[in-house]
């Protein structure tokens, strides 16, 4: 399998533009974990889905935000409209389960807003 | 309140020598509790998962230690490679899927 497969690597726009990020999980992954990574706080977990199905957003910093899974093998996250202080890596992981199996991250997506 | 902390922030150590992160927690209830290396412009990658019952886990030259009753973790790396230069982080869950995580360890192994 060629693991979590992230697009785009790199994303500049500018503030106020809609910015769209995509995953493509690990075939058979139940589960799909988008997280954010900043020098400042870390990694944060933003939301998660269980068969397509997000159950935890409580990560999802406002409004701007919103992520979808419209099937097994594709999921988004959008911000719209993005600001300076979404810059930040963003990487979707996917795991078969929740509680004790390991999660296989993606490579990230590097997101700049000017 | 349900915190992570790692120590030390940051680490050099020259190749061949061993080191010991750490990891302290007030997470409870506790589920289990990860540690995952990042190299520098690439998603982490999982090292070891434990759970309550479990003391040590091991993954090549990477030894996990748990004690559940201090709250303490400890990542042990034998025979350092410059290869381990990278970020350790040390993710705790609770009961309910309730993800913690500590800012990492930054470990530069040096020729």
């Known amino acids: 399998d060629a693991g979590v497969i992230q697009s785009p690597r790199h994303e500049v726009t500018e503030m106020g533009q809609e910015v769209t990020l995509r995953c493509k999980p690990i075939s058979g992954h139940d589960y799909l974990f988008w997280y954010r990574q900043t020098m400042m706080r870390g990694l944060e977990l933003l939301i998660y889905?269980?068969?397509?199905?997000?159950?935890?957003d409580s990560g999802m910093p406002e409004d701007r935000f919103s992520a979808k899974m419209p099937n097994a093998s594709f999921s988004t996250l959008k911000i719209q409209p993005s600001e300076p202080r979404d810059s930040a890596v963003y990487f979707c992981?996917?795991?078969?389960?929740?509680?004790?199996?390991?999660?296989?991250f993606g490579p990230g997506t590097r997101l700049t807003v000017t | 309140k349900n915190q992570v902390e790692q120590s030390p922030q940051s680490l050099i150590i020259l190749e061949g020598k061993n080191c010991t992160l750490q990891?302290?927690?007030?997470?409870?209830?506790?589920?289990?509790l990860r540690w995952y290396k990042q190299d520098t412009g690439r998603g982490p990658v999982s090292l070891t998962i434990m759970t309550f019952s479990e003391n040590t886990k091991s993954n090549g030259r990477y030894t996990a230690t748990l004690d559940a009753d201090t709250k303490q973790s400890s990542l042990h790396i034998t025979a350092s490679q410059l290869s381990d230069s990278a970020s350790y982080i040390c993710?705790?869950?609770?009961?309910?899927?309730?993800?913690?995580f500590g800012t990492g360890t930054s470990l530069t192994v040096i020729p």
């Open positions: 889905f269980n068969n397509n199905v997000p159950i935890d």
């Open positions: 993710v705790v869950t609770r009961t309910g899927n309730q993800f913690y």
């Open positions: 990891c302290n927690y007030t997470v409870s209830p506790f589920s289990n």
């Open positions: 992981a996917s795991s078969f389960s929740l509680a004790y199996y390991e999660q296989y």
